[in-house]
């Protein structure tokens, strides 16, 4: 901690250190506010249980790591138990925000929160409030003045994790989409690395503008200081990852919200990781041989009207999954403001969210974000090019896992009767599950005396 503290002599506001816990507790004014960011889990309940015996009633903990909801909600009331406050705080920018302003997503004690509030809202990224545009200009330990700043209080107990947790799974479904993007510019157009980083720049100035396609830019363009080849072509593909995308689906199989999008990215890690099984395999699968004899160029945008439908699908499950947790958890949660503090500072941060603020605070009731007259209007006007993807992908055989999820979700939101009337039947066939009728009053179940199907003569 000493050689710590020693060599960092310029961080700006000073570093201090202490030796014990007790005595880096005893060095704060009351109530004292104790920010913990370690790796979610049993180190957090491990620096919680060190810390309370030497807190004072009403001292709060501000949880900053990506804590599973439900463990905030069981910390939150642990601690309240014996007196002490307990703030889970979703965290978005990774190095860069933590340095210049983060996106914060706070929930738990709202008393808790009126003390945090001049802190959060001072080191938080700003946004502009009209336009939602990112404020530049923060320094370390130099926040910018004034704009809407990227952190709002989301709600009680487990509210702000579980929003950091959509989040991610978001950020998990914008980061495959842009990889299938990539893949069939690579696969399909056969076009190197630094030229779809081109691409990526030019989508990065129009409504696909966002941090994400802004680094994958840059990723795209960057040499290997090893061997000078595009950076990206040395990357082996198995993807890691740290489980809040895998959270954000678990929790919509529970609460039977279909949010395949989200799924898919986090099913295209699982595959990627496999990679030994993947090279023997390809060895042995072989798939279309066709090369691909359209036009690039009305590819290249087909591909971009593609990724957006893809993404607003995926947004939409996204805030769906919001939209039943906030019942469940008995939460009020405001979406257009989630959207909002989403605009800068966080690792989804896109131009995209502001369209999502408007629509939200134009009617907070939206069924669904793709009922929003501008996402409406955006996806009736892309969608004959999305098809157009979907389908060459398929054609040529290169894995579009959630352009396509995204796709069938669209058509089967949209579809008024889907063959789950089959499905139900069958379920009555071979468990007498039961059945609702189309002539009768939805809430009545039926059941019909099937033959049996191994007495063909029994039948009628
Ligand atoms: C953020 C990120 C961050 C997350 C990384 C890695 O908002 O700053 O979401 O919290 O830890 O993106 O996540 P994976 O290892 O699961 O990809």
Same mark, same amino acid.
């Not at 990206?232 to 919200?257: C, E, F, P, R, Y």
């Not at 990679?275 to 798939?287: C, D, F, P």
């Not at 131009?351 to 996402?375: G, H, M, V």
């Given at each position: 901690?000493?050689?710590?503290?020693?060599?960092?002599?310029?961080?700006?506001?000073?570093?201090?250190?202490?030796?014990?816990?007790?005595?880096?507790?005893?060095?704060?004014?009351?109530?004292?506010?104790?920010?913990?960011?370690?790796?979610?889990?049993?180190?957090?309940?491990?620096?919680?249980?060190?810390?309370?015996? %030497?807190?004072?009633?009403?001292? =709060?903990?501000?949880?900053?790591?990506?804590?599973?909801?439900?463990?905030?909600?069981?910390?939150?009331?642990?601690?309240?138990?014996?007196?002490?406050?307990?703030?889970?705080?979703?965290?978005?920018?990774?190095?860069?925000?933590?340095?210049?302003?983060?996106?914060?997503?706070?929930?738990?004690?709202?008393?808790?929160?009126?003390?945090?509030?001049?802190?959060?809202?001072?080191?938080?990224?700003?946004?502009?409030?009209?336009?939602?545009?990112?404020?530049?200009?923060?320094?370390?330990?130099?926040?910018?003045?004034?704009?809407?700043?990227?952190?709002?209080?989301?709600?009680?107990?487990?509210?702000?994790?579980?929003?950091?947790?959509? %989040?991610?799974?978001?950020?998990?479904?914008?980061?495959?989409?842009?990889?299938?993007?990539?893949?069939?510019?690579?696969?399909?157009?056969?076009?190197?690395?630094?030229?779809?980083?081109?691409?990526?720049?030019?989508?990065?100035?129009?409504?696909?503008?966002?941090?994400?396609?802004?680094?994958?830019?840059?990723?795209?363009?960057?040499?290997?200081?090893?061997?000078?080849?595009?950076?990206?072509?040395?990357?082996?593909?198995?993807?890691?990852?740290?489980?809040?995308?895998?959270?954000?689906?678990?929790?919509?199989?529970?609460?039977?919200?279909?949010?395949?999008?989200?799924?898919?990215?986090?099913?295209?890690?699982?595959?990627?990781?496999?990679?030994?099984?993947?090279?023997?395999?390809?060895?042995?699968?072989?798939?279309?041989?066709?090369?691909?004899?359209?036009?690039?160029?009305?590819?290249?945008?087909?591909?971009?009207?593609?990724?957006?439908?893809?993404?607003?699908?995926?947004?939409?499950?996204?805030?769906?999954?919001?939209?039943?947790?906030?019942?469940?958890?008995?939460?009020?949660?405001?979406?257009?403001?989630?959207?909002? =503090?989403?605009?800068?500072?966080?690792? =989804?941060?896109?131009?995209?969210?502001?369209? =999502?603020?408007?629509?939200?605070?134009?009617?907070?009731?939206?069924?669904?974000?793709?009922?929003?007259?501008?996402?409406?209007?955006?996806?009736?006007?892309?969608?004959? $090019?999305?098809?157009?993807?979907?389908?060459?992908?398929?054609?040529?055989?290169?894995?579009?896992?959630?352009?396509?999820?995204?796709?069938?979700?669209?058509?089967?939101?949209?579809?008024?009767?889907?063959?789950? $009337?089959?499905?139900?039947?069958?379920?009555?066939?071979?468990?007498?599950?039961?059945?609702?009728?189309?002539?009768?009053?939805?809430?009545?179940?039926?059941?019909?005396?099937?033959?049996?199907?191994?007495?063909?003569?029994?039948?009628?």
């Amino acid at each position: 901690m000493r050689e710590f503290v020693k060599a960092h002599p310029d961080t700006p506001g000073g570093l201090v250190g202490f030796p014990t816990i007790g005595e880096f507790v005893a060095s704060l004014k009351l109530p004292r506010k104790i920010i913990i960011l370690v790796q979610a889990g049993p180190a957090t309940d491990a620096v919680v249980e060190q810390l309370t015996p %030497h807190l004072d009633e009403g001292d =709060i903990i501000i949880d900053g790591g990506n804590a599973k909801w439900t463990d905030t909600i069981r910390r939150e009331r642990d601690l309240k138990n014996s007196g002490l406050r307990f703030v889970g705080s979703g965290v978005s920018g990774g190095e860069v925000g933590a340095r210049f302003g983060p996106s914060l997503m706070p929930g738990g004690d709202p008393e808790a929160w009126e003390h945090l509030q001049p802190i959060w809202q001072a080191i938080a990224a700003k946004v502009d409030p009209d336009t939602g545009r990112p404020l530049e200009g923060a320094k370390p330990g130099k926040p910018v003045r004034g704009g809407f700043p990227c952190s709002a209080y989301i709600g009680p107990n487990g509210a702000g994790h579980y929003v950091k947790m959509i %989040h991610n799974g978001i950020e998990y479904g914008d980061m495959q989409m842009i990889c299938e993007a990539y893949l069939l510019m690579k696969n399909l157009l056969g076009m190197e690395a630094s030229a779809i980083g081109m691409v990526f720049q030019d989508w990065n100035r129009g409504r696909l503008d966002s941090f994400l396609i802004e680094i994958t830019a840059d990723i795209l363009q960057q040499a290997d200081p090893i061997t000078g080849q595009a950076f990206v072509d040395i990357v082996l593909d198995t993807a890691g990852q740290k489980g809040t995308g895998k959270w954000t689906s678990v929790n919509a199989l529970d609460m039977g919200v279909p949010a395949p999008t989200i799924a898919e990215a986090v099913f295209a890690r699982c595959l990627s990781a496999i990679k030994e099984e993947r090279v023997a395999a390809s060895g042995m699968l072989k798939g279309p041989q066709a090369k691909f004899d359209g036009d690039a160029d009305s590819f290249i945008q087909a591909l971009n009207d593609a990724l957006y439908c893809s993404k607003i699908c995926s947004y939409a499950q996204g805030f769906q999954l919001m939209r039943e947790a906030q019942k469940e958890y008995d939460w009020d949660l405001n979406f257009g403001e989630i959207a909002q =503090i989403w605009r800068g500072g966080c690792i =989804i941060r896109a131009r995209f969210l502001q369209k =999502i603020t408007e629509a939200c605070s134009w009617d907070p009731d939206l069924a669904n974000l793709l009922l929003d007259p501008y996402f409406l209007q955006e996806i009736e006007s892309a969608q004959v $090019n999305w098809r157009k993807v979907v389908s060459a992908a398929f054609a040529h055989g290169i894995p579009v896992p959630t352009f396509a999820s995204a796709l069938s979700y669209f058509d089967g939101y949209r579809e008024a009767r889907l063959p789950a $009337n089959l499905l139900q039947a069958q379920r009555d066939f071979f468990g007498a599950h039961s059945y609702e009728r189309v002539d009768q009053p939805r809430g009545k179940f039926y059941h019909l005396d099937w033959p049996d199907p191994d007495r063909p003569q029994c039948q009628v």
